[in-house]
């Protein structure tokens, strides 16, 4: 059984005299202990909202509908009470941010706020606690740790600083790390150690990752499993490798294709996807991404595109899929109808769309793929 | 630190200097003198001419200037025309009246206004969110001196529950040391003194708490707003910490910055005087006098007690900045 299982999860935002926006649209994935998954999309396709919505840390504001399951070993993080939410969070289920300057408070030293989760979860008081969170510093590559722990957030420098949320997050040993956008704010150089240390680091505790990215890159070398995610809903789930070789979604070769690659010969152009964000079907009247796809036929539109799943447990929500090379069929193991509440809107078509989670915009990297 | 404070203070030496000049231009420019406060209408203009030339009035206003300033140096204020007493002793007396006004109001603007702004924030658009702010807009719309009036008809006439004037029951015949009605009776052990000092500042205190009241559950409010949005909170919350850790050290905190600013403000405006408040309930602080002395044309008074509020508004603006240092660690006093 798997560690985290998200079904058919949904977020609706309502306001008055407003459309109610759908910014995650029934996602369905799933994490086994020890796994890496990888949540990949453009800004405001609902990967924020989705990690949030598990970790109960959705704003509560009138209006906001959290619909679904999120079972997290045996638990539905969705129906139980803030208090028991309070309990597994920081201990079983913990998140990495993606600006590690705005996500530390700024008037607290990095001790207070490292032991802090070590008092919580583990009942650790005084000198003791001081101890392990020197110790905690120290793993996730802090130098000079004890002195870092009376420092406060604006004396670190930012790699700095996400490592001292790093150190927050694991301090408890989670049994699953949600890492939302965690190397976006931060230059090239420093995205590559933050990326190196959660790989140590998910490697020798056997926690399970959620990487949640814009970035090919950063998916291409951590995730075991990747889902595509496009208008609030799972267009492709793949392995690495066949997703990389083979995208069956349009939008996944789209992706890829948009990607600058090294040993792309010289002079040939990038293919960026036709369209912008804006260009979005409601999931009800169809595919989300036929007004931007390149292989779009007449029965993309009129009903939400039933999720194909194949023999080798992908799965991808297309009725013309880009055709395998070289293979001329493949085994159809399951197709699920696929299903929508009608009258709402994608959040990706929302004009002038305020974020209604902090932290949803994403800046566009030029990491190519390895 | 010392440096900084050391400098603050040096700064206060122009300001004085500038602020001298332009009370001496300002007062000097007011119609009538003090002859007339004495004299009334009836004076004869030779009758004038003389308490003008005994004050010193009739010489040159450079003249006049330089006397003030020379005495200035040597801390001397001078003498009080109406009263005939020494500016200084006027001062020391009446002070310590508005300072335990002024903290009186601000323990209960302070007190009840934090909570009350931060409660408000969390319960953003119910019930005590709206019952707070527009409570604190009749709060800085009312006229304190109704307020006064009405807290003591209703208090202290009707009721009888609180003393309706002065800083202390004169039977009791107190002790004084400092002029500090409540610590002199701690100092002097005379609790049934100090008890009735406190008593007597009940009603005036919520009067004159009722502006800053309004103001700090507005700051306060909004300032909590901004910080329940900011991501530490968040990331607060993902730790799976107590809602009481995460209010008092990661919201509190931060959403008191500004606040400390106001109250800053509010206790300086506070100390140098509040004319209705005093006068409603016959408080001998120094607002009612400093009004009696700018009718009265008691230049030495309106002078030296002037200087003495710009001395101590600048003290307290300092303890504000320093205290917003030891808030605030990205602010460094240097």
Request: with cysteine; glycine share 10%.
């Amino acid at each position: 059984m798997a560690l985290l299982d998200v079904e058919e999860l949904s977020v609706t935002f309502a306001r008055r005299n407003q459309r109610p926006v759908r910014a995650v649209d029934g996602v369905s994935f799933s994490v086994d202990a020890g796994e890496v998954v990888g949540l990949v999309g453009e800004s405001g396709c609902g990967k924020s909202v989705t990690s949030l919505a598990i970790m109960g840390l959705l704003p509560k504001q009138p209006g906001l509908t959290v619909g679904g399951k999120a079972v997290f070993d045996g638990t539905d993080l969705l129906k139980i009470d803030d208090r028991s939410r309070r309990d597994i969070r920081g201990r079983d289920i913990a998140m990495i941010f993606q600006d590690p300057l705005s996500s530390l408070n700024p008037v607290v030293p990095i001790g207070i706020q490292v032991t802090e989760v070590l008092t919580r979860h583990r009942g650790m008081k005084g000198e003791a606690a001081a101890k392990e969170a020197a110790q905690l510093l120290d793993r996730v590559g802090i130098p000079d740790p004890k002195r870092r722990l009376k420092e406060y957030p604006h004396q670190l420098s930012g790699g700095m600083r996400q490592r001292a949320l790093i150190a927050m997050a694991v301090a408890c040993q989670p049994r699953l790390l949600i890492a939302d956008e965690p190397t976006t704010a931060l230059d090239v150089t420093i995205q590559a150690q933050i990326l190196e240390l959660l790989k140590d680091l998910v490697r020798d505790s056997g926690t399970a990752l959620v990487m949640i990215t814009h970035d090919l890159g950063v998916v291409a070398g951590m995730c075991d499993t990747i889902n595509v995610l496009y208008g609030g809903r799972v267009v492709e789930t793949a392995r690495r490798r066949p997703l990389f070789r083979q995208p069956r979604h349009p939008y996944t070769v789209g992706l890829l294709g948009s990607v600058p690659r090294l040993d792309a010969g010289r002079g040939e152009r990038l293919n960026p996807i036709p369209g912008s964000v804006r260009d979005l079907l409601p999931w009800p009247d169809g595919c989300a991404f036929a007004p931007r796809c390149t292989r779009r036929i007449d029965s993309c539109v009129g009903e939400p595109p039933a999720l194909v799943v194949t023999h080798d447990s992908r799965g991808y929500r297309c009725v013309n899929p880009a055709p395998l090379p070289g293979a001329p069929g493949e085994e159809v193991r399951e197709v699920v109808p696929g299903s929508a509440t009608p009258g709402s809107v994608p959040a990706q078509a929302v004009p002038d769309d305020p974020p209604a989670v902090p932290g949803l915009a994403a800046t566009p990297s030029e990491e190519d793929v390895a | 630190m010392i440096r900084f404070i050391v400098r603050r203070l040096l700064q206060l030496i122009p300001t004085l200097f500038g602020l001298s000049i332009l009370l001496f231009i300002w007062l000097r420019r007011l119609p009538g003198g003090p002859e007339t406060a004495i004299l009334g209408e009836r004076g004869t203009p030779e009758m004038r001419a003389a308490i003008r030339q005994n004050l010193g009035l009739d010489e040159p206003i450079l003249i006049q200037y330089g006397r003030f300033i020379r005495r200035m140096v040597r801390l001397d204020l001078g003498t009080s025309i109406s009263t005939k007493r020494e500016v200084t002793t006027e001062f020391l007396q009446r002070f310590p009246g508005t300072v335990e006004l002024t903290i009186t109001a601000m323990v209960i603007a302070i007190g009840i206004g934090i909570p009350l702004g931060y409660l408000a924030a969390r319960r953003r658009g119910r019930f005590l969110d709206h019952a707070s702010v527009g409570g604190s807009l009749i709060g800085i719309c009312i006229p304190v001196f109704f307020l006064a009036y009405i807290l003591k008809a209703i208090f202290s006439e009707n009721l009888g529950w609180f003393p309706s004037s002065g800083r202390q029951d004169p039977t009791l015949g107190a002790t004084r040391i400092t002029n500090f009605f409540v610590l002199d009776g701690l100092m002097t052990r005379e609790w049934d003194a100090a008890a009735d000092a406190i008593w007597h500042l009940v009603l005036p205190g919520m009067a004159l708490a009722s502006i800053p009241l309004a103001i700090i559950v507005r700051i306060t409010r909004a300032s909590v707003l901004e910080v329940l949005n900011e991501d530490f909170v968040r990331t607060a919350e993902a730790k799976g910490l107590t809602e009481n850790v995460v209010r008092r050290r990661h919201v509190l905190r931060n959403a008191m910055l500004p606040v400390a600013t106001s109250i800053g403000l509010l206790t300086g405006g506070l100390l140098s005087g509040a004319v209705l408040t005093e006068t409603v309930f016959a408080f001998s602080g120094i607002g009612a006098f400093l009004a009696d002395s700018i009718s009265q044309r008691d230049y030495p008074v309106l002078m030296g007690f002037i200087m003495i509020i710009a001395v101590v508004y600048v003290l307290v603006n300092l303890i504000v900045d320093l205290s917003y240092s030891l808030i605030d660690p990205r602010v460094r006093v240097r």
